[in-house]
């Protein structure tokens, strides 16, 4: 049987990731003669930030074959069950509104937005069509002790330390599901007459041959971007966001409530981040240099953080300063190479895309796996059709966030809002719901990366005007019972469910147990 190899050049979450998912593939199909080797450079070092994931990070571990309390208890993890927008609509107070990742009970079957606003319209469009709103502002786990690992009573994903999760998920790859390793860095590439990649030669280990090159060499783009010199398409000109400035706090004692979404507070020329790991929180303020500078946004994060910590405990806080270019490459596939992870693509990580687009990406590698080699031209074409369409869903979506604030009172925000920056497909989408809720049919791929769902709680929560649909009586009694069975539902989840603190406390008592 002919073998075949895939080399995987990076060893960041996008690599291991990627080659966990092919890995199990591999195994579970017995498809003997496809070997694996992950090429990661002792020189350098992984991002070491994106510790917000989506729900379907559940179901890439759960393939990988990770037991989600081991993952939980290792990247110090906890749950995300959404995101929390302050201060994005006006700047004022009292301006907050959640994401919730579950999708609102009886959404597929009716106009649940125009029962909202026929009935509760001065209720919170997520408190009055989920109960996990409710959910997460009183920090309660989205389970119970005893429901399985990866199941859940609400949608969740995952809060983690990026630097644990790639070592967690490399070390299973290498230990369980036999993927090579090499510890070395690539300095050049050996071409085919068609330019497609022959092999990568190393510093140590000299040339390593492949058939198919995964590019996980993160902003460095080695093979797409150095090698085949695809072009990067920038979108700085509608997110403007490009650099960062992040810290990890601890904080005040082991027994701190643990939030529940990732807070995201918008600043007056970016937003600020903050993630509840089980032992510290991830905070950064992601900003636009086009705006402000690093030391200014230095500044308004150090003032943040002065509202929950003390001075000592500031002064001991290390800020990193970090840049990229928001925008995706012209084609992710190229003659023999896909790229994965930054090399890819990256726009500011507001609602944490950026996992799930590897996620996505390796998981149609995945599904084409027999065919892979064989049909690689129709797969390759597939690939780039699919992700181009994927990176425009999420461009808009994040930009929705921003095109609908009422914000002006810095140039970041007028200019945010300004028409020419607003991609025609939001602008047109904008303008339809203006007289009809966003619903399935505005989204029509399989796999949207964002349902419709999303694009109701983020325009409803910053009050945007749908004109209403008038609902037939018997819609409206369908409705108001939803909405009462919800409020019902949200009482029994605060009684069920323990806190976020007292769940991994729990698991984390019970490990020690079970290896003490
Ligand atoms: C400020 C910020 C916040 C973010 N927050 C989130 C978030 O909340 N959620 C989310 O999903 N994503 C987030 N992201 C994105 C996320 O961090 C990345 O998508 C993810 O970590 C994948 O990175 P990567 O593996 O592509 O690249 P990297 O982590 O940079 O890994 C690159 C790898 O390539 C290797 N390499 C480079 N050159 C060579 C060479 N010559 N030879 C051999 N190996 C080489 C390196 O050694 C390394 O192993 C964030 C990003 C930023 C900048």
Redesign the pocket.
Known sequence: MHNHHIVI???????WLTAGLLAARITAQRSQGIKITV???PD??????????WPSMRHTLQQIGIPETQFMLHCNASFKQGSSFYGWRSGEKNDYYVHPFTTPPGYAELDIASGWRALHPDRAYSDTVSAQSQVCAYGKAPKQLQTPDYAGVTNYGYHFN?DKFVELVKNHCIDQLGVNCLV????SVTAHPNNDIDAVTCKTHGMVQGDLFVD?????S?LIGQHFNVPWISQRHVLFNDS?V?VQAPYDSAQTDIVST?LATAQSEGWI?D?GLSNRRGV?Y?FASQYTDAATAEQSLTEYLARSMSKDAMSALTPRV?H?KPGYRQEFWKGNCVA????SG?IE?LE?????M?ELSATMLCDHLPSLMTQMPTVRKRFNQRFRYRWQRVIDFIKLHYAISERTDSEYWRDNRSQNSIPDSLHELLELWRHQSPSRYDFIENEEVFPSASYQYVLYGMDYHTQSTSLSTAELEHCQQLFAKNTEYVSRLLQGLPSNRDWLTAKSQSGLAQTG
Request: hydrophobic share 50%; aromatic share 6%; proline share 2%.
């Open positions: 050049v990076g060893g960041g979450s996008a690599g090429i990661e450079s350098v070092a992984t991002i070491g930030v994106g510790e917000g994931t990026a070395d860095h690539v300095e996980c060499t993160g902003m460095r080695l960062a992040a990732t981040w993630i950064g992601v970090l990229f994965i992870g930054m090399s990256f990580p944490a895309s950026a996992l799930a590897v």
